[in-house]
């Protein structure tokens, strides 16, 4: 059974930082592109950012681009998704996902592209 777990959320302020981790076996991490969603009350869950097992390509929505960083840590077997300048629209829960595949899915802003899912972290931004 795949587990992932997501970690981090909390409260910021507009134009803050915070540091989510996505937390999973090695062979996961080794074998799967490993994505960040997010889904805001009210809306459709959208992808954030992907980064291949293979060669640690990254990809980004536009939305995010510039503000969030996708890496791993491989000495805790985890995915980091380091995000600034944070606004009040990133306010949502963020959930990690695993695509089959050693590289993230062509697709990689689509949910229909990762088999496994976490529980979720809430991210609010307000002042």
């Known amino acids: 059974q795949v587990h992932l777990v997501e970690s981090g959320g909390g409260l910021v302020q507009p134009g803050g930082s915070l540091r989510l981790s996505c937390a999973a076996s090695?062979?996961?991490?080794?074998?799967?592109?490993i994505g960040w969603f997010r889904q805001a009350p009210g809306k459709e869950r959208e992808g954030v950012s992907c980064i291949s097992a293979l060669d640690d390509m990254t990809e980004y929505a536009d939305s995010v681009k510039g503000r969030f960083t996708i890496s791993r840590d491989n000495a805790k077997n985890t995915v980091i998704l380091q995000m600034n300048s944070l606004k009040s629209e990133d306010t949502a829960v963020y959930y990690c996902?695993?695509?089959?595949?050693?590289?993230?899915?062509?697709?990689?802003?689509?949910?229909?592209?990762?088999?496994?899912w976490g529980q979720g972290t809430q991210v609010t931004v307000s002042s």
């Open positions: 090695r062979f996961i991490l080794d074998y799967y592109g």
């Open positions: 996902a695993a695509a089959i595949g050693r590289r993230c899915p062509t697709l990689f802003l689509e949910r229909y592209e990762y088999t496994y």
